[in-house]
């Protein structure tokens, strides 16, 4: 059974830094594309980035573009995302995601497991 435990969430003010990291166990690391989405209160899971199995392809969202970097250790079975320049609306709970492909995808319907995710608070 695939577990994906996310941490590293907490508060930050406006313009600070965060990187959260996500653990995955019960399956091979090395076989999943990896992802980031997020969710807000009242709102949508929204995709924020994601990385191809061996690390060479990245894709973002507009919104993190430049901001956010994602990266893949598969000597800890570990993805993190490291958020600098932060913003009042990347204020959400932050969830990871993991799917058995070759290619990445932005839509929370391409990844089948999922972590139970972090908050992030993002202040003024």
């Known amino acids: 059974q695939v577990q994906l435990v996310e941490s590293g969430g907490g508060l930050v003010q406006a313009g600070g830094s965060l990187r959260l990291s996500c653990v995955v166990s019960?399956?091979?690391?090395?076989?999943?594309?990896m992802a980031w989405f997020r969710q807000a209160p009242g709102k949508e899971r929204d995709f924020v980035c994601a990385?191809?199995?061996?690390?060479?392809?990245?894709f973002y969202s507009d919104s993190v573009k430049g901001r956010f970097t994602i990266a893949r250790d598969a000597g800890k079975n570990t993805v993190y995302l490291q958020m600098n320049s932060l913003k009042l609306e990347d204020t959400a709970v932050y969830f990871c995601?993991?799917?058995?492909?070759?290619?990445?995808?932005?839509?929370?319907?391409?990844?089948?497991?999922w972590g139970q995710g972090t908050q992030v608070t993002v202040s003024s």
């Open positions: 995601a993991a799917a058995d492909v070759l290619t990445i995808a932005a839509a929370t319907t391409g990844y089948p497991y």
């Open positions: 019960g399956g091979t690391f090395g076989r999943y594309a």
């Open positions: 990385i191809n199995v061996s690390g060479s392809n990245t």
